[in-house]
T-cell receptor, first 111, second 114 residues
Framework: NAGVTQTPKFQVLKTGQSMTLQCAQD?????MYWYRQDPGMGLRLIYYSASEGTTDKGEVPNGYNVSRLNKREFSLRLESAAPSQTSVYFCASGTVSNEQFFGPGTRLTVL | AQSVTQLDSQVPVFEEAPVELRCNYS??????LFWYVQYPNQGLQLLLKYLSGSTLVESINGFEAEFNKSQTSFHLRKPSVHISDTAEYFCAVSVSGGSYIPTFGRGTSLIVHP
């Protein structure tokens, strides 16, 4: 089992460019999440999906959109990247007790 | 809504010394509690969890945490740390039978010196 996979691992964008971060899990979990991690801020939830076909905003959704493509895949899209979106992005999937399994992260720099 | 407070942002300690990383939570209902570890340039991985039953839970690499309902705490301890334990540690809480969103603390950086 690969667990949770994320692509790409690194990305550099210019302000205004768009991109999609991909995430997939092979653990048959219903719940999936997107977080961003910034120094001193801990993890902040961007969006989550409690089950296939549903998505909800988290703490910091502005500037992002998500798609729960199927039970395995949950993508995060930046339509017009801004320097404030420079961060490390983590995808996770979760059990019914909310035990989370994290991907390796995407390091995004917006110039 | 629940919240989590990790009382120390950074804990420096010498190798082979004991360590305690503190975590307090607030919730008016039953909770599940977790500790995650993040090594440099990696994602978070589960270290240990309390779901029910014994209030003392242990990890395979010598860490333990005790659920104290009266103190609303879930402190992480290890009697003798190694250099390889240097990492960021996150405490998290979720409501049993409740929402799908766990709440994470801001993390404690454990720095083990030789």
């Amino acid at each position: 089992n690969a667990g949770v996979t994320q692509t790409p691992k690194f990305q550099v964008l210019k302000t205004g460019q768009s991109m999609t971060l991909q995430c997939a899990q092979d653990m048959n979990h219903n719940s999936m999440y997107w977080y961003r991690q910034d120094p001193g801020m801990g993890l902040r939830l961007i969006y989550y999906s409690a089950s296939e076909g549903t998505t909800d905003k988290g703490e910091v959704p502005n500037g992002y959109n998500v798609s729960r493509l199927n039970k395995r895949e949950f993508s995060l899209r930046l339509e017009s990247a801004a320097p404030s979106q420079t961060s490390v992005y983590f995808c996770a999937s979760g059990t019914v007790s909310n035990e989370q399994f994290f991907g390796p992260g995407t390091r995004l720099t917006v110039l | 809504a629940q919240s989590v407070t990790q009382l120390d942002s950074q804990v420096p300690v010498f190798e082979e010394a004991p360590v305690e990383l503190r975590c307090n939570y607030s919730s008016s209902v039953s909770v599940y509690l977790f500790w995650y570890v993040q090594y440099p340039n990696q994602g978070l991985q589960l270290l240990l969890k309390y779901l029910s039953g014994s209030t003392l839970v242990e990890s395979i690499n010598g860490f333990e945490a005790e659920f104290n309902k009266s103190q609303t705490s879930f402190h992480l301890r290890k009697p003798s740390v190694h250099i390889s334990d240097t990492a960021e540690y996150f405490c998290a809480v979720s409501v049993s039978g409740g929402s799908y969103i766990p709440t994470f603390g801001r993390g404690t950086s454990l720095i083990v010196h030789p």
